[in-house]
């Protein structure tokens, strides 16, 4: 963090008739702009100071362009507000310079912004980055003072001048900015009578830059050191960890590199929290990180970790990272605006693809999808550790079969834009593409980085799931203790360029957790069916203390869940039909641009969504949907579309609530992970196994489909109706293995043995 250079004073009204410190010597007014909001990667680029003294009168005044140096990229969209082109930044003097003279015009006087915390900030990030020391002084921020003496309608600097009748800004450039708070300042003085500062409980100590952490010797740890059963209790949240997790924690204080598997429910997280807890209170000097799937994990994990343990996304960590990297000035992009579609199409010279070949795809594919697919092709390269943009990277269009000429056209016109379009990112100077967390992230790991210290520990939680920068990232940090933890039969996100990053680890101990602790033993049945048909030889436990059940199509649920965004808003509609308040999880947008598609296409027009950009009419995707494999999402859009119609389908979405005020929740299986409902239905239209009249699934794709079943079946706690994905004699002996009612009467229950 920057340091604060500027320590807050707190204006009050004197005691008695003696007039105020702030009456007996000048003030000085500052105003920095910069280059965009933030502190961290942002810069300053004009600094003003206005000496003046309690009337108002201007004693002395300063004022400046800086010049950051010239690989710092200038926020087009900050331009506009102060009018500072790049132009008149890279002829200004360097940072250093003004920050001497800034230095010594406000000498010993102590100083006045608006937003005090603004200036403090900025201005003691510039400071830190040169090798002279930061300056200590006082301030005053007159927004703060406002706040408390002036009554107005909101205290915006504008507010405040009219209102007590200075005048106004007529610019936003630094020096109008710091003499408008100036005058302000010497008003509140003399008209408020706030002339005196509040004491300071403790001295203003000057602030100085931290020195680095040193490394941490593990190597004479000292091993007798005993952790009694109720402090493993405890740290296990209350409970004496299974045989599994002892092995788990036995295994981590041995220095070993783990891989865990931890089938459905079987508390990860708790084991994971656990190990931190012992070792934080065996080795309270080594420092773990927590690499959580998403920010929402990682947020929970903060209050949940010992205060040694840190909790972050990958993207957090390369944000921090890059800062004082080559890369560092791109950081400042994030907080850039949307460039308009033309723009970005003209950036990157996109323009719309007329195919040579005729006969097997479109004609024409507009310049609109052209540019999202160039855009979905950096994307696409920014989730692999590849060093160059090529055709592998090109998503799939709908309607443009692969080892076809369209398909070859199609990567031979997108591959040239996509490049331009990630050079242009890699630019600091050029905004017109939004630089993302996906980029930032692609840079970091082709940094091969090193992070934490010697000896430390890190823990990758959905290991499973890690795309392959992230499994680069963690295979590279060799001097730490590394603890892998997932469910390889929940892979269900390969789509986005997922990894399994738990295979072929060399010299990891292998452990497992197999007691689950979210459903009793009819739903675990019926998840080993599928842990027996992915062919691994673990096997999920029930828990006793659960009465779960395999219950019917006609037995009330809390959630049905479904393969496709289509089946889900096909469930969604006939809850509603039904009259049931009804949540949706899963990809609306995407229904909504579905929506606006079929409407364009109806009209005879080509939809801007890129995903259907190949189709020029109804009729083609209706052709497209009935005839290409792989299609059932956009078939059962199709057919809701041509059932109820578009506005019906746009009305049902929104008519959704949210899942606390629903009777039932419609939801996808992929947005559902890591969720859990009492009582479960699997959609109907979702089968797996192929019928006499259909082509089987090449094992790839039946391999996606049937972790994603185990994830879906593995959501419920208490009863679950599997629907097709299950047969119905398994079901039966499902039931009666546990005692409860056959579901098909007159099925005689097996003796020995189930058939599953």
């Known amino acids: 963090m920057a340091n604060r250079i500027i320590t807050a004073r707190t204006v009050r009204k004197p005691e008695g008739n003696v007039p105020g410190v702030l009456t007996l010597s000048p003030f000085v007014a500052i105003d920095v702009e910069t280059s965009g909001v933030n502190s961290a990667t942002d810069r300053v680029i004009e600094v003003a100071a206005v000496k003046m003294n309690h009337r108002g009168e201007v004693l002395d005044s300063f004022t400046s362009l800086m010049n950051p140096g010239y690989d710092v990229p200038l926020n087009p969209y900050t331009q506009r507000v102060h009018g500072i082109s790049p132009n008149m930044v890279w002829s200004a003097p360097p940072t250093e310079q003004v920050l001497a003279a800034l230095t010594k015009f406000v000498g010993s006087c102590g100083v006045v912004a608006h937003n005090l915390s603004f200036e403090s900030r900025f201005l003691g990030a510039e400071y830190e980055r040169l090798s002279a020391p930061a300056p200590s002084w006082q301030g005053i921020c007159t927004l703060a003072a406002a706040r408390a003496h002036l009554i107005a309608p909101n205290y915006k600097l504008e507010t405040l001048l009219k209102l007590l009748d200075l005048p106004a800004v007529n610019s936003h450039r630094a020096h109008e900015d710091a003499r408008a708070c100036g005058l302000l300042?010497?008003?509140?003085?003399?008209r408020a009578g706030v002339s005196d500062l509040v004491p300071l409980n403790a001295p203003t100590i000057s602030p100085t830059r931290s020195a680095p952490t040193a490394a941490i010797d593990l190597t004479g740890r000292d091993e007798t050191q005993v952790i009694d059963q109720n402090a493993v209790r405890t740290a296990m949240g209350g409970f004496d960890p299974t045989t599994e997790q002892t092995r788990i924690l036995d295994a981590f204080n041995s220095g070993a590199e783990?891989?865990?598997?931890?089938?459905a429910g079987t508390g990860k997280t708790s084991t994971l929290k656990g190990i931190a807890r012992l070792e934080a209170q065996r080795h309270p000097r080594r420092h773990g990180l927590y690499l959580a799937f998403n920010r929402s994990v990682a947020n929970e994990a903060k209050s949940q970790?010992?205060?040694?343990?840190?909790?972050?996304?990958a993207h957090t960590l390369a944000l921090r990272h890059l800062r004082s990297t080559a890369y560092g000035p791109l950081l400042a992009k994030l907080n850039g605006g949307r460039a308009t579609f033309r723009e970005i199409a003209t950036a990157i010279d996109s323009r719309s693809i007329y195919f040579a070949s005729r006969g097997d795809g479109p004609a024409l594919l507009a310049q609109y999808p052209v540019t999202r697919l160039a855009l979905a092709t950096v994307e696409r390269f920014c989730t692999t550790m590849d060093e160059q943009i090529g055709p592998e990277h090109v998503p799939a269009q709908a309607g443009i079969e692969d080892g076809t000429n369209h398909r070859a056209e199609l990567v031979e016109h997108i591959v040239p834009l996509a490049r331009r379009a990630w050079a242009a990112i890699c630019s600091p100077h050029t905004w017109t593409i939004k630089f993302t967390p996906t980029h930032m992230l692609k840079l970091w790991a082709d940094m091969h980085p090193t992070i934490g210290r010697e000896g430390d520990y890190l823990m990758l939680d959905e290991a499973q799931d890690a795309n392959p920068l992230i499994d680069s990232i963690v295979r590279d940090q060799t001097h730490l203790q590394r603890v892998r933890v997932g469910d390889q039969n929940q892979a269900i996100y390969g789509f986005t360029g997922a990894i399994d990053a738990m295979s072929n680890v060399a010299g990891a101990t292998y452990l497992s957790l197999t007691q689950s602790w979210r459903f009793g033993a009819a739903v675990a049945d019926v998840a080993n069916i599928y842990l027996r048909k992915l062919g691994t030889t673990l096997r999920v436990v029930g828990n006793d203390r659960i009465d779960s059940r395999l219950i019917t199509d006609a037995d009330p649920v809390d959630a049905v869940l479904c393969r496709t965004n289509g089946a889900a808003l096909r469930e969604l509609m006939a809850a509603q039909h039904a009259g049931k308040k009804t949540a949706l999880i899963g990809d609306t947008l995407a229904a909504t641009r579905f929506c606006e598609s079929a409407e364009l296409l109806?009209?005879?027009?080509?939809?801007?969504?890129a995903d259907l950009a190949a189709f020029t009419t109804w009729g083609e995707l209706q052709d497209y949907v009935e005839h290409a494999p792989g299609a059932?999402?956009?078939k059962t859009l199709v057919e809701l579309v041509d059932t109820?119609?578009?506005d019906d389908v746009r009305s049902a979405m929104g008519a959704v609530v949210s899942p606390g005020r629903?009777?039932?929740?419609?939801?996808t299986c992929h947005k559902t992970k890591g969720l859990e409902f009492d009582?479960?239905?699997?959609s109907y239209d979702w089968e797996i196994e192929a019928t006499q009249d259909e082509q089987p699934m090449d094992p790839e794709t039946l391999r996606d489909e049937q972790m994603l079943a185990y994830v879906g079946l593995t959501r419920a706690k208490r009863h679950l109706d599997p629907g097709l994905l299950v047969t119905s004699r398994a079901v039966e002996q499902i039931n009666a293995a546990h005692g409860h009612d056959p579901l098909i009467p007159g099925l005689t229950p097996p003796q020995d043995g189930m058939l599953l």
């Open 185 to 190: 300042m010497a008003a509140m003085i003399e």
């Open 258 to 263: 783990l891989v865990i598997c931890a089938l």
């Open 602 to 609: 109806k009209a005879g027009q080509s939809p801007r969504d």
């Open 305 to 313: 970790f010992p205060d040694q343990v840190q909790a972050s996304t």
């Open 679 to 682: 009582r479960v239905r699997i």
């Open 662 to 667: 629903a009777e039932m929740i419609a939801a």
């Open 644 to 646: 109820y119609g578009v």
């Open 632 to 634: 059932s999402d956009l």
